[in-house]
């Protein structure tokens, strides 16, 4: 059995990035756990930096050579000895609670080849799809409640990288393993991997502590091919063209985003430090920034109920922050709040995500000062001149994290946890608006994504202090599989079928909201505002509860 190797000196760094009077020390949240993705990833730190850009820079991941291990198997991650490091590690950390798993690709790759008839091609793959289902079975129970994220894997670039050598090719430390599989082309060795992270998606789907978000094309999607591909198909494509999670298959990942070694070699399927954090990055975007969320998270209502005003009264739909034209411009984003819990809030953040800036970075060099209402400025929920001189209830300046000094880039977050006295005027309100400035400021000015997509949306975190009891009272019950989590509107509920009788969505104040329609034990709350709540499901068994999410 081919193992896939690699030659680098790991070199791991990493800094926290703090506001000198809002110093936070992020706590072991996420445990890397794999093959050569993962000890590569260790090494370049790329959760702990993935998760400063997505604004959750008080979190980080932690690993070791032993349980992220380069030419790791399934197999080697169901012996005692790697189960005995993983729980040992756990068990030290107990603010884990979400394994980061990067395993399966070895096992295919290894062991495949193009001369296989599809019957041995599925028999492969279930077999490893297997294996990969019963390391993750032992992950969950490592810890009540685990979450468990395979990762996937981005396409490979084998025949780019290694038949640029000609007739030298054979020396190609990665040469062996494409010639063991055969020497395939793009198409066929993708459609594998399309194929196996399918297999393995449909499991996911079904099991609502383990998660997958596809991503095989981001870096096609990401970098573009910029020079014509030196083999077939050739040709180019710009950035940002490429459909994702899929792509097209027929190309490689470009050769850019392939790990470098000391200028000598390129490899063919482990990723540069930069890569490997745009594709964590982008399914940060879609799981982990609202998997870390608190008790409610809410998207910003987007419209024109977001936007910016300036200091001549000028009204924008771009949620814009800094000086223009030698005006100041401050920022208006609006939250709908109904699904609060009536208690007392521990924290409440404001979550930006960067999508330009124009001269100096306000928000680096700048104090940042946030004025809050409940309700809306002005005389309308719209943005409108008269929003630049309210008052508002509350303003303070908040403690600023994330990604928000001079080396954020465009699509990095910033984080704004808000003041003790913001916290005790954030009420149940239909609307909330927030004011964001920087006063004084001159010299450039920040844009920040609206609304339009959810996975870039402004965001408003709320945790609360103390549950109501409400709540508390009806998550005692015993919880049955809901999936997927969070949700956008369809939900499965995993039990026998016809075996539902009824379903109450009840919110955070214990107020039943919805009792939707049951079909084939399928729902669909999509008519909710974003917000957690609790499914109380009657079956005739008895009542069960589980926490969902919708967003």
Known sequence: ???????????????????????????????????????????????TNGLRILGHSDKKFMSSVVIAENGAQTDDFLTQEKQEAIQALITANPDIDIVHLSIGGNDVMGDWNINFTQQQTDSLEESVAARLEAVIEFLKG??????????????????????????????????????????????????????????????????????????????????????????????????????????????????????????????????????????FTYQGEHFYQNFFMDDMYALSEGGNMDGSVSSAGDVSSTIMLGESGGNEVVAVVSFNTQQMADTTLAGASIFLRRESITGANPVALNDVVVTMINGTFGTTVEVEPVDFVDTGDASGQPCKHGSFNSNSKDGHWL???????????????????????????TGGSITFNDASDPSKAPKLNLKYGEEPSSVTEIRAAKEVPVY?????????????????????????????????????????ISSLPNGTYILRITTIEGVSAKRIIKR
């Not at 936070?24 to 993962?38: C, F």
């Open 1 to 47: 059995m081919k193992r896939i190797f690699t030659l680098s000196a790991l070199l791991a760094f990493g800094t926290i990035t703090a506001n000198a009077q809002c110093v936070e020390v992020p706590k072991n949240r996420v445990l890397l756990v794999g093959d050569s993705w993962a000890a590569f990833m260790n090494a370049d730190q790329t959760i």
């Open 142 to 279: 490592t810890r009540s409640g685990m979450r468990v994220f395979w990762a996937g894997y981005a396409y490979p670039n084998f025949e780019e990288v290694i038949s640029e050598l000609g007739g030298a090719a054979s020396i190609h430390p990665f040469y062996d393993t494409w010639d063991g599989m055969g020497q395939p082309t793009f198409l066929q060795i993708n459609t594998v991997l399309n194929n196996f992270s399918d297999s393995v998606a449909a499991y996911t789907n079904a099991d609502p502590q383990v998660d997958f978000f596809r991503a095989q094309s981001i870096l096609q999607y990401t970098y573009g091919q910029d020079t014509p591909l030196g083999v077939a198909p050739g040709g180019t494509y710009p950035a940002f063209t490429q459909p994702l999670p899929f792509g097209d298959p027929s190309y490689p990942s470009p050769k850019e985003t392939m790990r470098l070694y000391g200028g000598i070699f390129t490899d063919c399927f482990h990723l540069s430090p930069e890569a490997y954090l745009t594709m």
């Open 415 to 441: 984080r704004l946890d808000l003041t003790a006295e913001m916290l005790a005027n954030i009420n149940a309100s239909e609307h909330i608006q927030f004011m964001i400035s920087v006063p004084g400021f």
């Open 484 to 524: 997927p989590i969070p949700t956008v509107g369809p939900l499965t509920i995993d039990v026998a079928t016809n075996s539902v009788q009824s379903i109450d969505v009840v919110n955070v104040l214990g107020a039943v909201v919805l009792q939707p329609e049951v079909n084939n034990n399928r729902i669909d």
